[in-house]
């Protein structure tokens, strides 16, 4: 409705600019002008709020795109660190089996070594008993101190 008005406006002020032209009233003239300027004032004031609106819309949509593509980047590098970390924790776990494994047959074979060595043994022969008392006791510690540094 105010296209209308506006036009009408334009149409009011031609129409006193041209009757005051032709009659001589520079007064109606300038009146016609006037009400002219103003209608193409109020047209310039409600392009500009259309601009200013399309304007601040595209603003508003790419800042809504640019939000968007941050979470799904975010998303991403959340999947791949939490992808790499399991990988890591995999890889830790084999390493820890499989020392635990390599301590579990070092006992063994210690624990065969030793009663092979006392079976060995003369009543007399203190000292090769004592070493592989000390060989097991060792073997013992060693597998605890892996297991307790596993198990951290």
Known sequence: MADLENTADKIKGATKEAAGSVTGDDSLKSEGQAEQAKANAKDSVKDAAEVAKTKATEAGDSAKAAATDAAHKASEV??????????????????????????????????????DSLSELDEG????????VAAVVAAIVLFFVVRAVRNR
């Open 78 to 115: 959340t999947a791949s660190v939490k992808e790499k970390t399991n990988e890591a924790l995999t890889q830790g776990r084999a390493a820890a089996t499989e020392a635990r494994t390599t301590v579990e047959d070092k006992v063994a074979e210690l624990r065969r070594a030793t009663f």
């Open 125 to 132: 022969d203190t000292r090769k008993a004592g070493a592989a």
